[in-house]
């Protein structure tokens, strides 16, 4: 069974940043394919951003793409997400996921994904 924790949630104004951490309990990541999705109050689950095993490919969200960028560290057993010029749209509870994966392979539905984390909220004001 893998765990996902997240971490770096918080609260900014409009044009902020944040950095989102996941760190997963298992032996090693190297296998999994990793990603973030966002659920915000009302609203479905939406897709983030995804990155494949060695970190490349990598593919974002039409609404996030040149603002957000998904990495990892595979050593350390952590994704991150980085979030720069934050809009109150972007406003949600901000989830991890993992599976495990072939290669270069991406996935960006959640129902790919056998893990997932808690959760932490990002909240943005105007």
């Known amino acids: 069974q893998v765990q996902l924790v997240e971490s770096g949630g918080g609260s900014v104004q409009a044009g902020g940043s944040l950095r989102l951490s996941c760190t997963a309990s298992?032996?090693?990541?190297?296998?999994?394919?990793m990603a973030w999705f966002r659920q915000a109050p009302g609203k479905e689950r939406e897709f983030v951003a995804v990155?494949?095993?060695?970190?490349?490919?990598?593919y974002s969200g039409d609404s996030v793409k040149g603002r957000f960028t998904i990495s990892r560290d595979n050593a350390k057993k952590t994704v991150l997400l980085q979030l720069n010029d934050l809009q109150p749209e972007d406003a949600a509870v901000y989830y991890c996921?993992?599976?495990?994966?072939?290669?270069?392979?991406?996935?960006?539905?959640?129902?790919?994904?056998?893990?997932w984390g808690q959760g932490t909220q990002v909240t943005v004001s105007s």
């Open positions: 996921a993992a599976t495990p994966a072939i290669l270069t392979v991406i996935y960006t539905t959640e129902e790919s994904f056998n893990y």
């Open positions: 298992a032996r090693s990541v190297e296998r999994f394919v």
């Open positions: 990155i494949s095993r060695g970190g490349s490919p990598t």
